[in-house]
Nanobody, 121 residues
């Protein structure tokens, strides 16, 4: 497994979760990191992305103001802090690594297996 996503779970509306994306067998700081999600019956959609250094970030409108993408290259890990979660955020969340911090999933070379986030009371 080259990318391992973790940190999902069941949370109440308004709650928070932090997802992690740990890379193995390659150095993550050579890649941009993207987070995507796929809800039941829906297509995979972009959530957020960050550049190799973490200085540049890019968010979907649904994530702006609530989610924060970050990375720790020393730990070879990326993160997605999610606050004020809503039921519509329920999905399997995937992390990905690629050359650019873009919204297009086909631009990413490596994918994690996904971690389930359920927002429900």
């Amino acid at each position: 497994v080259l990318l391992q996503a973790s940190g999902g779970g069941l949370v109440q509306p308004g709650g928070s979760l932090r997802l992690s994306c740990e890379a193995s067998e390659f150095t993550l700081d050579n890649y941009a990191i993207g987070w995507f999600r796929q809800a039941p019956g829906k297509e995979r959609e972009f959530v957020a992305a960050t550049s190799w250094t973490g200085v540049s970030t890019y968010y979907a409108d649904s994530a702006k103001g609530r989610f924060t993408i970050s990375r720790d290259n020393a730990e070879n890990t990326g993160y997605l802090q999610m606050n004020n979660l809503k039921p519509e955020d329920t999905a399997v969340y995937y992390c990905a690594a690629g050359p650019n911090w873009v919204a297009e999933p086909e631009e990413y070379d490596y994918w994690g297996q996904g971690t389930l986030v359920t927002v429900s009371s």
